[in-house]
């Protein structure tokens, strides 16, 4: 069973561009969240999607932003970059509610 | 912000020894707790977890204690292995949090040969 593949792994940026990551869940996994994780910060929690709706949100600006299809796969969107965005973006999903979350690989975002 | 702590940044530990990595959390609501680790360039792997009916449960070479009078979870590694040197992660999530995981800080496990 392939685990959570994330796309690309490596993404370098300038300031002002936007960028959009793309998740794809562990087949069946209808829950899909996003983290971003920096020395400073740790693992911060973004958003949750399940069944194309997005449940939970985090304290992220509204610059931050996803989606879910019908297929379980998500995307972020982070517009106006900032070189404060440079981070590794981790997506995770899981089958269900209060179960553990697998984690992909994540994309390296760098901003210059 | 919130945040699920961690009392040691780095632990070093001898092959063969046994590790603890301690974590205290502080949202009394949270009623799973999961323990990850991470390798250089790697995303978080499971390793084990536990739900607040529980206060203890083991897996291979790894246990987990929860404590919840004092808010405070640990990971027991038995017989630590190079293999075992990582970041290691606690992370909480409460009912009606939905999705939301609540990491600490994160401990280095350096495996001393």
């Known amino acids: 069973k392939a685990g959570v593949t994330q796309t690309p792994r490596y993404l370098i940026k300038t300031r002002g561009q936007q960028v959009t990551l793309s998740c794809s869940p562990i087949?069946?996994?209808?829950?899909v969240s996003w983290y971003q994780q920096t020395p400073g910060q740790g693992l911060q929690f973004l958003f949750e999607y399940f069944s194309e709706t997005q449940r939970n949100k985090g304290n992220f600006p509204g610059r931050f932003s996803g989606r879910q299809f019908s297929n379980s796969r998500s995307e972020m969107n982070v517009s106006t970059l900032e070189l404060g965005d440079s981070a590794l973006y981790l997506c995770?999903?899981?089958?269900?509610?209060?179960?553990?979350?697998?984690f992909g690989q994540g994309t390296r975002l760098t901003v210059v | 912000g919130e945040s699920v702590g961690l009392h040691l940044p780095t632990l070093s530990v001898q092959e063969g020894d046994n590790s603890i990595i301690n974590c205290a959390y502080s949202n009394s609501a949270s009623d799973y707790f999961i323990w990850y680790k991470q390798e250089s360039g790697k995303g978080p792997q499971f390793i084990i977890d536990?739900?607040?009916?529980?206060d203890k449960r083991q897996g291979q070479r790894v246990t987990v204690l929860l404590n919840k009078t004092v808010k405070h979870l640990s990971l027991q590694i038995a017989a630590t292995q190079p293999g075992d040197s990582a970041v290691y992660f606690c992370?909480?999530?409460?009912?009606?949090?939905?999705?939301?995981?609540?990491f600490g800080q994160g401990t280095t496990l350096q495996v001393k040969p």
């Open positions: 087949s069946g996994h209808r829950s």
């Open positions: 536990i739900r607040s009916n529980m």
């Open positions: 995770a999903s899981r089958p269900h509610e209060n179960t553990e979350a697998f």
């Open positions: 992370a909480e999530n409460s009912a009606g949090n939905t999705g939301k995981l609540i």
